[in-house]
């Protein structure tokens, strides 16, 4: 959760409810819920963002008219680095917000100096990401450095194809996007992404806006497209994620590498699921929405 995030959402809930924070221990994850040491008490408590802390780091607890929730680290998470030394199959970086040491990496072992992406849930992993040469952030029309930008993007086209419980698009459906265990469906977006956001970007978080007709069975299985418009091709890999009938719910940020320039991927699809059902465009001209903040 972003820090102005956390500031508004701390101010709407003080106008409604009694809030305090502390600061405490994460102890443990079981699928229920947290357990978190504050002062010398152990508690349990719920898990109030999508971010699962690792075993003894320090972080935010929120109290909420009594009800304890975990919001997240203490201390920000960097998302980039600089790999200072690497041993024994884990390496150190140094990042704007301190140094990550001891960190565990994925593929071959990083060169010291190289420029790597930290992915954060139960700690940190360490992924190479190196910009071709010459690749720089564009500069600030006000001049200095980077900015971070939120952009949305509203989709043109929805549709959903039967697939008889494979992965390729049979015979068209219908104009909502429907995820259960005999369809695929997409939300279409043009090139609007890939134009926007250069591929120099680092995204931060990218969010889908979810307007449900029908929430049912096992939650859908989110992916990216390549598809510019209707109709899909193929859908594969993705990320199964539980939904609401309408809010914004986060997706990996791995999507918005996708969908940036160069990325090769142009949309959002549902690859099967239980029986669940979001709207199409007419019915509302949110459903799928793209929310991206990055940094460039």
């Known amino acids: 959760m972003l820090e102005s995030e956390a500031t508004e959402l701390l101010r709407q809930l003080a106008a409604k409810s009694k809030v305090t924070t502390f ?15 504050i002062g010398q008490g152990r508690i349990p408590a719920a898990l109030g963002s999508g971010y699962l802390p690792y075993v003894g780091e ?30 024994s199959g884990l390496v150190s970086v140094d990042t704007a917000a301190g140094a990550v040491t001891n960190a565990p990496y994925v593929g071959s072992a990083p ?49 959903t194809w039967n697939t008889g419980g494979g992965d390729t698009a ?11 265990s005999t369809t695929i ?4 977006y043009g090139t609007k992404t890939q134009d926007t956001i250069p591929a120099v970007a680092s995204i931060q978080r990218v969010e889908l806006y979810i307007a449900a007709r029908q929430i049912q069975g096992d939650a859908p299985r989110f992916t990216v497209h390549d598809r ?33 320039y160069g990325g090769g991927a142009y949309g959002v699809g549902t690859r099967h699921g239980g029986y669940n059902i979001f709207k199409s465009l007419a019915a509302d001209g949110g459903s799928g929405a793209l929310r991206i903040t990055s940094v460039y």
Request: avoid cysteine; charged fraction near 10%; glycine fraction near 18%.
């Open 23 to 37: 600061t405490g221990t994460f102890v443990t994850y079981d699928g229920q819920g947290v357990t978190v040491d």
């Open 58 to 87: 320090t972080v935010l607890v929120w109290f909420v008219d009594g009800v304890p929730y975990v919001m997240g680290p203490s201390i920000p998470r960097p998302h980039r680095g600089i790999v200072t030394a690497v041993a």
């Open 111 to 159: 060169a010291v100096g190289a420029d790597v992406r930290i992915m954060w849930h139960g700690g940190p992993l360490v992924f190479t990401a190196t910009l071709p040469e010459g690749d720089t952030p564009p500069p600030n029309p006000g001049g200095g450095g980077a900015t971070v930008h939120t952009d949305i993007f509203y989709a043109l086209n929805t549709g």
């Open 170 to 180: 049979g015979s068209y459906f219908n104009n909502e996007v429907w995820a259960s």
């Open 185 to 188: 469906g997409g939300w279409f």
């Open 228 to 260: 510019a418009g209707a109709p899909l091709g193929s859908l594969s890999g993705g990320v199964q994620i539980g939904v609401g009938n309408y809010r914004w719910i986060d997706l990996p940020t791995y999507f918005g590498d996708a969908l940036k």
